[in-house]
């Protein structure tokens, strides 16, 4: 019997997109997801803290911060050790989601100290990548549980997670999708039967999503109206997700109407993420998958796409044009700094493509009404500010260099008294092998005291300098400090700057230094290099954050299609008739739409035994129904047992005997009773009396091709 119990940290009863549960299977803690917000309030991971110990491994379902953006914060500064199991799709654009998340915190805000990209890197070396319906199985204190991910359907490498312990079947499918669109496949969540328990979530049971072409037709509507009244769009979008679906249906459109304005994806890593989409298509749709097979060229190589890393870049690019920013909420990223600047025009367009999260900026955004945005701006210290900051800087400085000497001293005089250790072995090896050469007048030497005996005992491990002869000479007197090579499996790594032309970097400074003088003594119109030494040295200038309030007045148009890809209230409430799960636990929804799809399950579901609506933080156990017991077979059981292949099992009919040994149950071969043979003699029986007989017995029978049936 295994012990299932179920406890969700955050992201049940409210409007919430971030989610993190902990199923606990046993002695073992799975940790479902580890999502956090764009605000990063590190409020909502409290009950994330409290439970942190109890992880064993995470699972990881989607590549955006409601699933994984918490994952830096929890290993860098909640002390998270634990292997997190994903999709190669989820590890890839999962570091372009939090690589961009950091960077667009941190473009305005230099106070931001929660994660850095050091603890990006560290979550990304804990990956572990599997393949859809990769079945794993756990070692260790995991034994017997395994792990599978299956298509979700939402995002590109988006998973259903199955975990699974002897007859149990636990399954968790959170924000799937049961339509194929034009870049991924429908989920498989409709295929599974009967699990012991569904964890599931509720938050779009009141939607109803859109068909795919009326849908396509909405946005391509609404952007060519923008652009024929002369006004730039702006989309919020995520960095790594639905925007792919996005900017498909875009490049389509623009390829088949030859459309010329331009097309701009805006954030700082807007370079990777189709270059990672395009190594990825096993994992899109199977249309997409069988037309790159053909010879046609890759969806994602976007010929109409301009990808962009900063607003200057943008402002070069001509009018009217598509924007498509981050962040879908508009409380960070270069989507809030163009709210600010396109919104008070009423040509512009502002088109969502995803359902607002309620409480952030983008939910508070109608035509003709008045936002409030908090805003965030770096600007350079002076005064007496800068001074206190340059004598910081100048006491860090001398701490680290007063630490890196003593570090270097450390390890110098380290090798040293192992080279003299080494030394004085050889001698004394050497002492004991070769005796000293006879003489006619030997002196016998005085005895030793017995703390002269200690003295160079306790002087062992301490740097000592003696004035006694040695026994033989030794000819490097004084230590050296041997550099250490790097080796890869190539040979030793070849440094650089080893292998620069001294000649023309002295040509280069001269040249530097005569330019430098021309400018100095004649003038220079060149403003180009001006402009980088500025811009350059502006970067190096010290910093500070300052936070102020500013209001806009909506006049652009607003328009909100749907792309979220997700399933509505219709095809939720088709999945769970199709699966029909033992136990239900409802989560990641708001109370009205837990209730709602709660009220159905226990209204048209009598095979589902149980419904659970947890609230945070409220520990749920479950028991499985099923008793098993482990059996050990014998060798001379097994070996007569005939195995016939049953799907994905290997079925045999046996005839045993259990013995009890404590806990285990061993079966052996039964002794079979044979029953005495019976000699049947042969009848004259024909099959036309046969069927008078059954006939007259009340049994119709009919011949068909010789036989009687």
């Known amino acids: 019997m295994v012990a299932i119990s179920f406890t969700p940290l955050y ?147 988006g998973s259903i997670w199955s975990i699974a312990k002897e007859t149990d079947e636990i399954l968790y499918a959170v924000d799937y999708n049961h339509r194929a669109e034009h870049v991924l496949s429908k989920t498989v969540l409709d295929t599974f039967t009967r699990p012991t328990l569904l964890i599931t979530g509720s938050m779009y049971l009141e939607k109803q999503q859109p068909k795919m072409r009326d849908r396509d037709e909405q946005l391509k509507d609404e952007i060519v109206q923008v652009l024929r009244r002369g006004g730039d769009i702006l989309i919020p979008c995520d960095s790594a997700g ?114 607002p999260v309620p409480g952030t900026v983008a939910a508070n955004i109608h ?57 004085e072995s050889d001698d004394e090896g050497q002492a004991a092998t070769t005796p000293a050469p006879p003489t006619n007048n030997a002196v016998p030497a005085p005895p030793i005291p017995a703390t002269d005996k200690a003295a160079p005992m306790q002087l062992r491990g301490s740097f000592k300098v003696g004035f006694g002869q040695f026994t033989t000479p030794k000819y490097p007197m004084f230590f050296t400090m041997d550099t250490k090579c790097e080796w890869d499996e190539y040979g030793e790594i070849i440094r650089v700057d080893e292998f620069k032309d001294v000649s023309q970097a002295k040509a280069r400074l001269r040249n530097k ?24 040295a502006a970067d190096r200038r010290p910093m500070k954050t300052l936070h102020s309030s500013q209001h806009i007045f909506i006049q652009c148009s607003v328009r909100f299609i749907d792309f979220d890809g997700v399933a509505d209230g219709r095809a939720i409430k088709n999945c769970l008739d199709n699966v029909k799960p033992r136990k239900l636990i409802l989560v990641h929804g708001t109370p009205e739409t837990t209730a709602g799809l709660q009220e159905y399950v226990q209204s048209t579901m009598e095979q589902c ?64 009773e044979y029953h005495t043979p019976m000699l049947l003699s042969q009848g004259k029986v024909t099959l036309a009396t046969l069927k008078t007989l059954l006939a007259r017995a009340g049994f119709e029978a009919n011949f068909y091709g010789g036989m009687l049936v």
């Open 11 to 157: 992201g049940v009863q409210s409007s919430e997109r971030s989610c993190c549960y902990l199923l606990e299977v046993d002695d073992i803690g799975i940790l479902l997801d580890c999502g956090w917000t764009d605000d990063f309030d590190v409020a909502l991971l409290e009950p994330l803290a409290k439970v942190i110990d109890k992880v064993d491994l995470v699972l990881i379902s989607h590549p955006d911060l409601a699933h994984m953006g918490a994952l830096p914060y929890a290993m860098g500064t909640l002390g998270l050790k634990a292997p997190v199991y994903v999709t190669l799709p989820v590890y890839r654009m999962g570091e372009i989601v939090l690589y961009e998340a950091y960077q667009a915190r941190t473009k305005d805000d230099l106070e931001f100290n929660l994660f850095t990209l050091d603890h990006v890197d560290q979550v990304l070396e804990t990956f572990i990548q599997l393949k859809y319906s990769q079945k794993l199985k756990l070692s260790g204190e995991g034994e017997g549980i395994y792990i599978t991910p299956h298509a979700a359907g939402h995002l590109i490498g």
């Open 609 to 672: 035994e149980a419904v659970y609506t947890p609230q945070a933080n409220e520990r749920i156990d479950i028991e499985s129904d099923t008793t098993v017991y482990k059996l050990s077979l014998k060798e001379s059981l097994y070996s007569s047992a005939y195995f016939q292949k049953v799907g994905s099992h290997d079925v045999a009919y046996i005839n045993s005997t259990a013995e009890f040994h404590g806990a285990t149950c061993i079966l052996d071969v039964a002794e079979q």
């Open 242 to 355: 639905r925007v792919l679906e996005v900017l498909h249906v875009l490049d389509q459109y623009w390829i088949k109407l030859k459309l010329k304005d331009p097309i701009a994806l805006l954030h700082t890593m807007s370079f990777y993420t189709p270059k990672a989409a395009q190594a990825m298509l096993e994992w899109c749709s199977e249309r997409i998958s069988k037309n790159f097979d053909i010879g046609k060229p890759n969806p994602f190589n976007f010929t109409h796409v301009n990808l962009i890393h900063s607003l200057d870049e943008l402002d070069r690019l001509p009018s009217p044009k598509v924007i498509l920013a981050t962040s879908p909420t508009l409380n960070h990223g270069f989507g809030k700094d163009l709210l600010m600047k396109m919104a008070p025009l009423s040509t512009n367009g502002l088109v969502f493509v995803s359902t």
């Open 367 to 423: 035509p003709g009404t008045v936002v409030k945005l908090e805003v965030s701006r770096n600007v350079p210290l002076e005064g007496a500010e800068l001074a206190a900051f340059e004598a910081k800087e100048r006491r860090r400085l001398i701490d680290e260099a007063e630490l890196k000497a003593k570090e270097i001293e450390e390890a110098a005089m380290e090798d040293m008294m192992m080279t003299i250790a080494e030394y």
């Open 513 to 536: 230094s005569k330019s430098s003088s021309e400018n100095v003594n004649m003038g220079n119109d060149d403003d180009d290099d001006d402009d980088g030494d500025l811009a350059a």
